[in-house]
């Protein structure tokens, strides 16, 4: 890949690997489409995408980076590589890529560049439990090649049926090399009911909220 | 400020976790399922597997829905059982069961065609 040399600051690809990993079920049903934001101490991000097929989805990325002033405009591949399924519990493994344009959006900025990620993630959930893990590599060219990693653990307080409110209590953990403070952990809420699924956390390193939105049609 | 929400979020937490599950009363028979049957549709309860959301329950819902032989369908989480009622005089055969709940992301575990309660 090309790259330019337009970027100042190497942390762009961790800020959007920490989206991408927090995402729920990535890979929806044939023929159905997703909307997912999500914002935390420092970018607000959107991906639509749709699922080719019960294993594949494409989809269109936007990231805001308010601290760095830029913008991330892209798309991404999720590849279900496995199902796991049981009774009361299931499990998936899954492989992404995605590809697109960083923009500087600071006053007097106009720089972009290519860049390209790639990871995996995993999550095992029954009615009760949830557990998740993500990794993600990130290659801007020389402006920056980074890493980073993410687990999720949350537990229902109580199990819903069907079109019910459920509601789950999470802690999630960042794993950043590159940070000057590479662990950060974010206690979240998750509220889900239908098709609709809201999160609200506060980052008790950053202090600083953390809210997420995913809407499925 | 951030100890005491780490504290609450801790203790919240741990006592969920132990907790008992409580499961809300739900409707024994939904009712667009009884209307579909007494209208002549064939009541079908396929056992699922992987049903743990909303999502899930979703995805299974809209797959099915969209199929013509197909009146209503409805997952229920607690029952893991996909309630599917036919329109009247259609016919929904096991493997385009299977094939749809594939296409949905699922995989079905068993396909009762006789259910004692005759829905849910």
Redesign the interface.
Known sequence: MKCKLYITTSSIASLMAFAVLAEARPVSYQGGWTLIEESDWQTTSGLVHYTLDPKISLGARVELDHENDTAFYGGQATYLVKRWFGKDHQANLYAFTGAGIIEETGSGQNGSDEAAFIGAMADWETRRWFVSYGIRGFDGGDIDKSFMQMGRVGVAPYVANTNALHTWLMLQVHHRPDNAEPLSVTPLVRFFKGAALVEAGYNINTESPLLNFTYRF | ??YF??FI??A??T???F?E????A?LANRPELTKAVAAGGEPIAVDV????????????K??MG?HDAVAVA?????T?VLSVVTKPGAELDDATIKKLI??????V?AINRSPKTGIK
């Open positions: 400020m951030k929400i780490t979020f801790a919240a937490f006592i969920t976790a907790a599950d409580v499961t809300p739900m597997l992987g049903a743990v959301c909303d999502f899930c329950a979703m995805a299974m809209k797959t969209k409805y997952v229920d989480l607690d893991k594939k296409k949905a992301g699922y995989k575990a």
